[in-house]
């Protein structure tokens, strides 16, 4: 339990004792004091069959609901699967439709079906509605609880329909719409309130309006909402009619599993290694990614085997051999890391590639200069031989230039052919600059010595 706070371990403890003991009415007391999201580590804590019954002895079906929706999958499963309808189906009422949605796709087909038919008709329609659209769209991550009142309505009337809100998740602005449902403008809750009571919406909304379509990424979506400080973006179908609201809740969520997709993907792996704990499994989703490093190995040690004749001459280059690697796959993964990021917020655009890979190019000149000299100084203390020396001082310089170059040239090309950049961080970037090194090591070496 080290990873729970100090707070949350008494409110576990104290739970674990009411519970015991059979103190309900103390019990509920206390699980209503508690926030959802410290409710749902609580109860992934405890047994599966105790953290059911303290489910179900929350009262407030919206703090149930809060909850349910940050539980770990498989207790989230167990409970949708045990808790009787007449108690599950008021609290799934509380989710918005977006969180329902995701809620209801990640079942079976058997129990997804079992919890459509519980709901009422506007749930199913709002739930259908948005199992059309990737989970990885705007549509898909969007709620279709959005307050929008047309162009023609006075500002008093407007505040009047705000204040009769009940079942909107979030407002943050006002969209404007035409008869149609098409956005006209957006008007923030502050002009609202500010503007005379006889004014018609359309005199003081904002007709630019930041807005996204159903079909766009996520990342597209997370991208808008970082760069123009908004609290939530409007989405519009193909004819501009207003479909739902991304809001800021969903955007961290957004930005989290993509960050952590990202993050995998550079290592080799993917999301779904996560959720198993088979080692035969975890071994599978990772043997593909590395044959790509296996086969970059198989090349290197060709070249290595090519250049035997001068290994066995001077053995020293040999010791060099790691470093002269190492550093070279370093500066790779840091700018293949910042290449892969910058792509992914839209800080690096490929109409300017020029000016990136240029950077790039004097950075690792840079470094490699710095860190060429200190090898080749190294070299000569502890070998004494000027042409070691001056062998690993430019390999380094050189595989240094290149590795930057290589790292933020492949991320682009990935980015260019429709394919997701974090994967050019991990196998392919790792083995080119391995083959790069190993053939860029005995090259300079072999001109130094004069033996080509």
């Given at each position: 339990m080290s990873h729970i706070s100090k707070r949350?371990?008494?409110?576990?403890?104290?739970?674990?004792?009411?519970?015991?003991?059979?103190?309900?009415?103390?019990?509920?007391?206390?699980?209503?004091?508690?926030?959802?999201?410290?409710?749902?580590?609580?109860?992934?804590?405890?047994?599966?069959?105790?953290?059911?019954?303290?489910?179900?002895?929350?009262?407030?079906?919206?703090?149930?609901?809060?909850?349910?929706?940050?539980?770990?999958?498989?207790?989230?499963?167990?409970?949708?699967?045990?808790?009787?309808?007449?108690?599950?189906?008021?609290?799934?009422?509380?989710?918005?439709?977006?969180?329902?949605?995701?809620?209801?796709?990640?079942?079976?087909?058997?129990?997804?079906?079992?919890?459509?038919?519980?709901?009422?008709?506007?749930?199913?329609?709002e739930v259908e509605e948005l199992?059309?659209?990737?989970?990885?769209?705007?549509?898909?991550?969007?709620?279709?609880?959005?307050?929008?009142?047309?162009?023609?309505?006075?500002?008093?009337?407007?505040?009047?329909?705000?204040?009769?809100?009940?079942?909107?998740e979030m407002v943050f602005y006002l969209y404007v719409v035409d008869t149609g449902k098409r956005l006209l403008g957006v008007i923030s809750l502050r002009q609202l309130l500010l503007a005379r009571p006889e004014q018609r919406l359309a005199e003081i909304m904002n007709p630019r309006v930041i807005r996204v379509r159903t079909d766009?990424?996520?990342?597209?979506?997370?991208?808008?909402?970082?760069?123009?400080?908004?609290?939530?973006?409007?989405?519009?179908?193909?004819?501009?009619?207003?479909?739902?609201?991304?809001?800021?809740?969903?955007?961290?969520?957004?930005?989290?599993?993509?960050?952590?997709?990202?993050?995998?993907?550079?290592?080799?792996?993917?999301?779904?290694?996560?959720?198993?704990?088979?080692?035969?499994?975890?071994?599978?989703?990772?043997?593909?990614?590395?044959?790509?490093?296996?086969?970059?190995?198989?090349?290197?040690?060709?070249?290595?085997?090519?250049?035997?004749?001068?290994?066995?001459?001077?053995?020293?280059?040999?010791?060099f051999l790691p470093i002269v690697m190492g550093m070279a796959g370093n500066v790779g993964t840091q700018s293949a890391t910042v290449a892969v990021r910058s792509l992914a917020t839209g800080h690096l655009d490929l109409s300017q590639a020029r000016g990136y890979i240029l950077k790039e190019l004097w950075v690792g000149l840079m470094l490699g200069v710095i860190y060429g000299i200190a090898l080749a100084l190294a070299s000569l203390w502890l070998f004494g031989d000027p042409d070691l020396g001056t062998i690993v001082g430019l390999t380094i310089l050189t595989n240094m230039t290149g590795a930057a170059v290589i790292a933020i040239i492949l991320p682009m090309v990935f980015h260019r052919i429709g394919a997701d950049p974090a994967i050019a961080t991990g196998p392919f970037v790792t083995t080119a600059i391995d083959i790069l090194g190993v053939s860029n090591y005995f090259l300079i070496a072999s001109v130094i010595l004069k033996v080509l």
């Open positions: 949350n371990r008494l409110v576990l403890d104290a739970i674990i004792r009411l519970h015991h003991r059979g103190a309900s009415a103390p019990l509920k007391r206390i699980l209503a004091k508690t926030h959802a999201s410290d409710l749902a580590q609580i109860l992934s804590l405890l047994p599966p069959n105790e953290a059911l019954e303290v489910f179900h002895a929350i009262e407030d079906t919206h703090q149930a609901a809060d909850c349910l929706s940050e539980l770990d999958p498989e207790l989230r499963e167990r409970i949708l699967r045990e808790t009787p309808a007449e108690a599950l189906f008021p609290v799934l009422h509380e989710l918005p439709p977006d969180d329902l949605t995701d809620l209801i796709a990640e079942q079976d087909p058997e129990l997804a079906e079992r919890l459509m038919e519980g709901l009422d008709e506007t749930s199913q329609e199992l059309q659209y990737a989970a990885d769209t705007a549509g898909g991550i969007m709620t279709t609880d959005v307050f929008a009142l047309p162009e023609d309505m006075s500002v008093e009337d407007a505040v009047e329909a705000l204040r009769g809100l009940s079942d909107v766009d990424d996520q990342e597209e979506v997370a991208r808008l909402v970082e760069q123009y400080r908004i609290l939530a973006i409007p989405v519009v179908d193909e004819a501009g009619q207003l479909c739902g609201v991304v809001t800021m809740d969903d955007i961290v969520d957004v930005i989290q599993d993509e960050t952590t997709e990202d993050m995998l993907k550079m290592a080799g792996t993917d999301e779904a290694e996560m959720s198993t704990q088979s080692p035969l499994k975890i071994m599978q989703i990772r043997l593909p990614w590395l044959f790509a490093a296996f086969l970059g190995g198989l090349a290197a040690t060709a070249v290595i085997d090519h250049f035997e004749g001068l290994l066995a001459r001077l053995l020293a280059l040999s010791a």
